[in-house]
């Protein structure tokens, strides 16, 4: 097993919690869960999901900067 992909086992475990999903709201269907994200960040490190969290972070930041400049009174 590499260091940072998920072995079969946890994609099997993944896949195995969506019947509770599906308990907790019963109008999703398993087919439904798009599961492609949460296997995107499992493969990445931890260091890898922080980076991408303060990269989000400061866009965010950035887009109510440009918001407050937009709608500043001159």
């Not at 269907?29 to 990269?55: F, H």
Request: negative net charge; proline residues 5%.
């Amino acid at each position: 097993m590499s260091g940072n992909m998920p072995s079969n086992n946890d994609n099997n475990a993944i896949r195995n919690t969506s019947p509770v999903c599906r308990a907790a709201s019963p109008e999703v269907e398993v087919s439904d869960i798009d599961l492609s994200l949460l296997e995107d960040s499992l493969s990445q490190t931890p260091w890898e999901r922080m980076l991408a969290n303060d990269d989000a972070l400061n866009f965010s930041e950035s887009l109510v900067a440009a918001m407050e400049k937009r709608n500043a009174k001159s």
